[in-house]
């Protein structure tokens, strides 16, 4: 089955720096790749995602890039904020089906004031 | 999107037992997903649940430890049985929904045992 790879497992950056958290996949057949935001004691939430044919793609602050020949993507979060403090999850998905998708272990965010 | 609810929020239990958790969404979906995310830790895709047939169940899930019912489109459970301390987690439900097949996960269920 599919593996996913995320690192860093922590992320600490002072607040109007950048953020990028990197995933690398196994199945050269996935071609679903959500990114979520986890903040403590909440729901995962999906804040972007990006599709096999797509390189790159870019809402406000944050940006996926997806790499199919190196199987790798990242998810890039400019001018952060305090309020980007979370866990962030990749996830890679073989066939249709968003829901069924494996995650990454997730990267831990600290926005530092 | 999706509005989706989960019952119980959270519950603490015996070993032993069994806790059934519910999931009801807003809208038909074709699939709800049942997921677990032990503490600290990352979400595991438990099984797939198809209104009308059996669940589709992911390596190292089995349906006597985790039946699944989905009686309509909106509505799904998900029992977990003769629990031990090691099926202590958060239990979510998910669907997936909207024109581009976006994931919504429910609230989550936070199971103690003990």
């Known amino acids: 089955g599919e593996n996913v790879e995320q690192h860093p497992s922590t992320l600490s950056v002072q607040e109007g720096d950048s953020a990028v958290i990197k995933c690398t996949y196994s199945d050269s057949a996935s071609n679903y790749f959500p990114w979520y935001k986890q903040e403590l004691g909440k729901r995962p939430q999906l804040i972007i995602d990006?599709?096999?044919?797509?390189g790159e793609k870019k809402d406000q602050r944050i940006a996926v890039t997806l790499n199919k020949t190196a199987k790798h993507f990242s998810l890039h979060i400019t001018e952060t904020q305090p309020e980007d403090s979370a866990v962030y999850f990749c996830a890679a998905t073989l066939g249709t089906n968003a829901g069924k998708s494996t995650f990454g272990d997730g990267t831990t965010l600290t926005v530092k004031p | 999107s999706a509005v989706i609810s989960q019952k119980p929020s959270r519950d603490i239990c015996q070993r032993g037992t069994s806790l059934t958790i519910q999931c009801q969404v807003d809208?038909?979906?074709?699939?709800m997903f049942w997921y677990r995310q032990q503490p600290g830790q990352s979400l595991t895709l438990i099984a797939t649940?198809?209104?009308?047939?059996?669940?589709?169940?992911e390596s190292g899930f089995v349906i006597d430890k985790f039946p699944i019912s989905r009686p309509n489109l909106t509505f799904s459970t998900l029992t977990v049985s003769n629990m031990s301390p090691e099926d202590s987690s958060i239990y979510l439900c998910s669907v997936e929904t909207g024109t581009s097949g976006e994931q919504f996960f429910g609230p989550g269920t936070r199971l103690t045992v003990l």
């Open positions: 990006i599709r096999s044919n797509v």
């Open positions: 649940a198809n209104q009308g047939s059996e669940a589709t169940y």
């Open positions: 809208s038909q979906v074709t699939m």
